[in-house]
């Protein structure tokens, strides 16, 4: 997508230094933009932990890409099969609760297992973290060809008047590789000319909403606008949404969605207002092996820090402010499971599918096993 006029994309390996992957740093967004250069395996694990780089599409990939610096920097003539093990065991140990970043590790992990050197351990992972650069790139597109056709049908109902969506966290380009899982179809539909105005739900506590996603709607010429996280039920009442459209982190094969913590409460304001409510997500966010209800995601909790304190602009400057009575404990539960039963659909690469089993599988049947039939 395009900043300041210049298409970017959120990974890449630098040109002329092969050695060197190259990401945005999400952290200083919308501020300052810049890149980062990551040189090693640790450095991309403390990238992913420490949320330069975000999103389950993109930490999958920057998973990938941390494999190829293991394989670049590893010692030896050849990497060892408990190199590799380890090295994907820490990688996946970075973020527990996107599923993309197991899929994408676990991948490379096995393809390398049968190189005989080093230099064909670092091919087989250079190869292997663009080609699920390329897979989630297109697939993102396809999610857009799909789900732009609910924007449009909503446009017609409407006889060409403004379609208002309301969206959570960031599931945009700048979490993905490309156009975004959530924003791909806002942005086919507004570049189709179709009226769009996103409702952005700031989304506390490191507000990726506020920070992200206003962000790169605007870069790209989408209306926008920013409301407090407790808004959306509110404007829902008033008849001034017209869908919801999330990302998610891990989806059950029963339709169920692990998104941003926050998410499951829109889904249940839609359903009071019967408003559509739709997951868009590539088929690595399916976790194939969850029950039904998603019990077993691990939710991450991160540190209260950025529940009590939040960052801004001050006088040209970032700086941190305490917003909490002191000495009161703080939680930070950073995801939540949205139940099946509140989700009108999934948009996928392969179309759009019901929220349950059946019509899953029928989507992706290659994925049903002994475990999940
Ligand atoms: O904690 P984050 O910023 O990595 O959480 C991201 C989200 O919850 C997104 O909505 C989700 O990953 C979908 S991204 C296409």
Not at 205 to 224: D, F, I, K, M, Y
Not at 279 to 287: E, G, H, I, R, V
Request: proline share 5%; aromatic share 8%; hydrophobic share 40%.
């Amino acid at each position: 997508m395009r900043v300041n006029g210049r298409h970017f994309e959120t990974i890449w390996i630098n040109n002329q230094h092969p050695a060197v992957v190259q990401i945005i740093d999400q952290r200083l967004l919308p501020f300052a933009f810049q890149t980062e250069d990551i040189c090693t395996v640790t450095e991309m694990y403390t990238a992913i932990r420490d949320m330069h780089l975000r999103g389950a599409p993109l930490i999958g990939a920057a998973g990938a890409f941390g494999m190829y610096l293991a394989m670049v920097n590893a010692a030896g003539d050849k990497p060892e099969k408990q190199y590799i093990t380890d090295m994907a065991g820490y990688l996946k140990s970075a973020r527990p609760t996107a599923v993309n970043l197991a899929w994408a590790v676990d991948k490379l992990a096995h393809d390398l297992r049968n190189t005989s050197s080093r230099e064909a351990a670092v091919e087989t992972a250079r190869r292997g973290a663009l080609a699920i650069t390329a897979i989630e790139r297109e697939n993102c597109l396809k999610i857009g060809q799909h789900g732009v056709r609910l924007i449009e049908a909503l446009s017609q109902k409407k006889k060409g008047d403004t379609v208002h969506i309301l969206t959570h966290c960031n599931a945009g380009w700048l979490a993905c590789i490309d156009y975004g899982t959530a924003t791909a179809p806002i942005y086919l539909a507004h570049d189709q000319g179709i009226k769009v105005h996103v409702w952005v739900d700031e989304t506390r506590p490191r507000n990726q909403g506020a920070r992200l996603t206003a962000w790169e709607l605007s870069q790209h010429g989408v209306p926008c606008t920013v409301i407090a996280d407790n808004t959306g039920g509110h404007l829902m009442q008033q008849g001034r949404v017209d869908m919801v459209i999330v990302g998610s982190d891990r989806a059950s094969p029963y339709g169920d969605i692990c998104n941003k913590i926050g998410t499951y409460l829109k889904a249940l304001a839609a359903r009071d207002n019967n408003i559509p409510f739709y997951a868009a997500l590539p088929s690595s966010t399916f976790d194939w092996n969850l029950s039904e209800g998603a019990v077993e995601t691990p939710i991450e909790e991160r540190n209260g820090d950025e529940v009590r304190f939040i960052e801004g602009l001050y006088e040209g400057r970032t700086c941190s402010v305490d917003i909490v009575a002191p000495g009161v404990p703080v939680a930070n539960y950073a995801f939540d499971i949205t139940p099946a039963r509140l989700v009108t659909g999934i948009i996928t690469e392969r179309g759009i599918v019901n929220a349950d089993k059946k019509s899953i599988f029928t989507l992706f049947p290659e994925n049903l096993n002994p475990v999940n039939e």
